[in-house]
């Protein structure tokens, strides 16, 4: 993955808060770790790190639906073309 550097001011989420849309996002540390990417899905809880606590921050980097989410691919009803 690449570095998932900002280039503009972000809205950035706390340790309790949880996500709003699901998608690729950046975990920002407090000086142990480089930045890095998780995959967050809709609702989730954003977690403390084990090592910087509460300090640890998450900003969306890219928003990707999650795949048992999205209509075309997991609606009702859905059966495998063969």
């Given at each position: 993955?690449?570095?998932?550097?900002?280039?503009?001011?972000?809205?950035?989420?706390?340790?309790?808060?949880?996500?709003?849309?699901?998608?690729?996002?950046?975990?920002?540390?407090?000086e142990h770790r480089?930045?890095?990417g998780v995959v967050?899905?809709?609702?989730?809880?954003?977690?403390p790190c084990r090592?910087?606590?509460?300090?640890?921050?998450?900003?969306?980097?890219?928003?990707?639906?999650?795949?048992?989410?999205?209509?075309?691919?997991?609606?009702?009803?859905?059966?495998?073309?063969?």
């Amino acid at each position: 993955m690449t570095a998932l550097r900002a280039s503009s001011p972000e809205k950035q989420y706390a340790p309790g808060s949880h996500a709003l849309v699901s998608g690729v996002y950046r975990v920002i540390h407090h000086e142990h770790r480089a930045v890095h990417g998780v995959v967050v899905i809709k609702g989730d809880g954003f977690p403390p790190c084990r090592t910087c606590r509460n300090r640890v921050r998450y900003a969306l980097y890219e928003k990707a639906d999650y795949v048992a989410h999205d209509w075309d691919l997991s609606g009702p009803n859905l059966t495998l073309i063969q």
